[in-house]
């Protein structure tokens, strides 16, 4: 059974950062891109970011570029992002997600950013 769970989020002020984490099990890990998606209030699904099978290629939505970074363990069967220089728009639940420019979430419960004075 795929299993992802997705934690670091929480509040922030415009400008700060945060590390999220997605936890993966039940697939080969190692074996898959993965993606980041978020769902900003009242809005529909946007994919972030994603990265191949062994680390060497990232992407990024134009609207993170710059400021978040994607990477992953396959030893721990982890995928990260960084958010850095965060801002109100970037708030939003975030998935991980298998798979390259995923526009879904991978089956886990998300972790709320929220960026806010």
């Known amino acids: 059974e795929v299993q992802l769970v997705e934690s670091g989020g929480g509040l922030v002020q415009p400008g700060g950062s945060l590390r999220l984490s997605c936890a993966a099990s039940?697939?080969?890990?190692?074996?898959?891109?993965m993606s980041w998606v978020r769902q900003a209030p009242g809005k529909g699904l946007e994919w972030v970011s994603d990265?191949?099978?062994?680390?060497?290629?990232?992407r990024y939505a134009d609207s993170v570029k710059g400021r978040f970074t994607i990477s992953r363990d396959n030893a721990k069967n982890t995928l990260y992002l960084q958010m850095n220089s965060l801002r109100p728009e970037d708030t939003a639940v975030y998935y991980c997600?298998?798979?390259?420019?995923?526009?879904?979430?991978?089956g886990g419960q998300g972790t709320q950013v929220t960026v806010s004075s």
């Open positions: 990265i191949n099978s062994v680390g060497s290629g990232t």
């Open positions: 039940g697939f080969t890990f190692s074996s898959y891109a």
């Open positions: 997600a298998p798979g390259a420019i995923a526009t879904t979430p991978g």
